[in-house]
């Protein structure tokens, strides 16, 4: 049979591993049964420096060692670099955003630089997109599989999927969670991802009829899945490997408890496709969706309660005694005047009065013992 052409977005994030993109990319050149133009490739490096904090995240040699790695490859494909450090989040938001709203494409394939992928790979997302990605509640589809699984390689089936590598998404899907996520999209476009407020993230659930004590953007459009009623499933057999030992989620020493060096990957396309009757796809919708509201109903308001007692929410209006409070701290004394109360107190939120106090002349000249 001959080799299909890949005519569907592949993006790439990227950020300061360039081995890990390396390996990466090798794996994408040495796919089988595709035949992938360099033009359907999209690099999507994030930036160095916050302008929010003016904190810099990453060295700007190694993302320049990434972005050059990517044309190396890929010479014909197309890099789009942000000027500053957006964070995953927002940098995954402007990948998505490019691919369906730019490029306007049905379904999409989207990799972090810390997948590295079995021969196989692409063929079978190509497989599934033409079986699965039919059915109008589908919404994520991948096949990295779960490596701890027992599972026949040629005859792999469709279980739910965990974690967003390496995946297929649907247009129609992506465009139904925007309205969903903007809230949570909000908060991660004004402070840096590393710093995010976590306990201000978890309170939006409150709206919700789902909910998680997770913060991340992954677990974000994992409840906005299972709210609006959208399938993510993945194959039990591994088509792929999970590489990144060192990264924003993982630490070697989870890495190896977790056994993803030794996960055996899967190089031969199977003897028979993952079948994706109905009432399969419908199954995981139920089952994912009862677990998120089960959680929003039994369990979310007592650990939301406890979460309080240990974080706070930087961006809510400031109480009379927290604005006493920053201003001792910082300042060594209250306010002078009623007026200042007047203009701070349930108006302004705690974030913004701290970096206003802090920024002041004053502030600076007490905390001259800290350098």
């Not at 050059?68 to 955003?97: C, D, K, Q, S, Y």
Request: hydrophobic share 40%; with cysteine; aromatic share 10%.
């Amino acid at each position: 049979m001959a080799a299909r052409e890949v005519t569907r977005p592949v993006i790439l994030f990227a950020f300061t591993r360039p081995d890990y993109l390396r390996r990466l990319c090798l794996s994408l050149k040495a796919q089988q049964g595709v035949v992938l133009p360099d033009a359907q490739l999209h690099l999507l490096q994030d930036g160095a420096r916050s302008r929010r904090s003016g904190l810099t995240y990453g060295d700007p040699a190694r993302i320049a060692e990434s972005i050059a790695v990517f044309r190396e490859h890929f010479p014909g494909g197309h890099v789009h670099a942000a000027p500053e450090n957006l964070g995953i989040a927002m940098n995954l938001l402007r990948g998505e955003t490019l691919a369906f709203r730019t490029l306007r494409a049905d379904i999409a394939y989207f990799f972090e630089e810390d997948l590295e992928l079995g021969p196989c790979y692409l063929a079978m997302l190509e497989a599934l997109s033409r079986g699965v990605g039919r059915h109008p509640r589908l919404g994520y589809f991948a096949a990295y599989g779960d490596h701890r699984r027992e599972s026949d390689p040629q005859a792999p089936q469709l279980v739910p999927l965990e974690h967003h590598w390496g995946f297929g998404l649907t247009r129609r899907c992506w465009l139904a969670m925007q309205p969903w996520l903007q809230p949570f999209h909000k908060v991660y476009a004004e402070v840096d991802y590393q710093a995010r407020p976590h306990l201000r993230i978890v309170e939006l659930y409150g709206e919700k009829g789902v909910s998680s004590m997770a913060s991340s953007q992954d677990v974000a459009k994992t409840m906005a899945c299972a709210e609006l009623g959208f399938a993510r499933v993945n194959t039990d057999v591994a088509f792929a490997r999970y590489i990144g030992a060192q990264g924003e989620s993982f630490r070697p020493d989870r890495f190896a408890a977790h056994g993803f060096a030794a996960a055996e990957v899967a190089t031969t396309m199977p003897a028979r496709l993952p079948e994706a009757p109905t009432e399969l796809i419908e199954r995981i919708i139920a089952e994912k969706r009862d677990a998120c509201a089960a959680h929003r109903r039994d369990a979310y308001d007592a650990e939301l309660a406890e979460m309080r007692r240990h974080m706070f929410n930087p961006d809510r209006p400031a109480t009379r005694e927290e604005v006493e409070w920053l201003w001792r701290l910082v300042m060594d004394r209250l306010p002078g005047n009623e007026e200042y109360y007047a203009k701070n107190v349930g108006i302004r939120t705690l974030r913004q009065i701290r970096r206003s106090l802090l920024r002041s002349r004053e502030a600076q000249g007490k905390g001259f013992f800290l350098d």
